[in-house]
């Protein structure tokens, strides 16, 4: 089967490359996904999953990307809760191969069943943005009703969904980003929004919550947004400076069958709405990794077209 490998650290975006692999195994609980759209980080060759296994043993040549949506094309042994021929969407393991295959072998409790009437390339762009922004927003920065919350790259993958998910629960909500994400930003709903290139991120005000994923200075400016009792909440490093009277927590995303599987009713409510803004075919996924191609919302990958009718 074909996939995008990447075989050397140094090489960076040159070491990316359309590559012919071995079919996957399926492990215990496993599943093998026929992946239809895959999505990624940008960021995850400098990832140290992406190059060795948890036990800290080089895996290359890895298989890239960890958002997919597909159909099941075979069970591992002990699976349960999933069936072949489904439709599913979903993140793969960080230190396993991940989407950008046809096929790719990823843990049953990773999933969650996917409608029918959702699109796979829709699908795809929700498992990381959809998990990070409800896990950042509620899990971490425990937002509530009635609360004020600042949102980094609001118009971007994870801060569009943390935008709509914030705005559903009744906060009051500030976007920041570059000027050309003020529409995009204001569309989905941002009570204020803030030009980080032309306006003080100090005039935002105090906040109950920050939503970081930029890192950086800006991460260490916002600090002193946090109001007392307040969260500074980043997805992007460990904060160097913490709210003098509140919480500061840096953390990854993980699977959650349960919280997608609500995520996905909120799609076809029209309560959510992922923005991808381009899709590109297997073969130019190299190329999306590029900062120069790089979009303010999601790229996907269409990665299988469905011989059985299940169409992207």
Do not use: C
């Not at 699976?79 to 990823?106: H, I, K, M, N, P």
């Not at 989905?188 to 935002?204: K, P, Q, S």
């Not at 994923?213 to 307040?230: E, F």
């Not at 069958?257 to 923005?275: C, E, F, M, N, S």
Request: glycine letters at 12%; zero cysteines.
């Amino acid at each position: 089967m074909q996939a995008i490998t990447v075989q050397d650290r140094d090489a960076g975006l040159a070491g990316l490359s359309l590559s012919d692999v071995p079919y996957p195994h399926a492990a215990e609980n496993d599943v093998i996904v026929r992946v239809h759209a895959a999505g990624f980080t940008p960021g995850e060759l400098d990832w140290p999953g992406t190059w060795t296994d948890r036990a800290g043993r080089d895996r290359t040549p890895s298989v890239v990307g960890h958002e997919l949506s597909g159909v099941v094309e075979e069970l591992g042994f002990g699976t349960t809760g999933l069936s072949v021929g489904q439709r599913v969407f979903g993140l793969a393991d960080w230190t396993r191969d991940g989407t950008f295959a046809e096929y790719t072998a990823v843990e049953a409790r990773n999933l969650a069943p996917l409608p029918a009437d959702i699109d796979h390339t829709v699908a795809a762009a929700l498992p990381i943005s959809g998990l990070t922004a409800w896990q950042g927003l509620f899990d971490h920065g425990r937002l509530t009703t009635g609360q004020t919350v600042l949102i980094h790259g609001a118009a971007g993958g994870v801060g569009s969904i943390a935008v709509q998910l914030a705005r559903e629960a009744g906060a009051r909500v500030i976007g920041t980003g570059r000027s050309g994400n003020r529409d995009r930003a204001l569309a989905l709903g941002v009570d204020a929004f803030l030009d980080l290139e032309t306006e003080r991120l100090e005039d935002a005000g105090a906040v109950d919550v920050v939503f970081d994923v930029i890192g950086g200075d800006i991460l260490d400016r916002s600090a002193a947004l946090v109001r007392a009792g307040g969260t500074l909440v980043t997805i992007a490093m460990p904060p160097k400076i913490r709210p003098t009277d509140g919480r500061a927590v840096f953390f990854v995303v993980e699977p959650d069958r349960a919280r997608l599987t609500d995520l996905a009713t909120r799609l076809r409510d029209g309560r959510l709405k992922p923005i991808v803004d381009a899709v590109r075919p297997l073969a130019e996924a190299p190329a999306a990794f590029a900062p120069a191609t790089r979009v303010p919302g999601k790229t996907i990958i269409r990665v299988t077209e469905d011989r059985t009718g299940d169409s992207l």
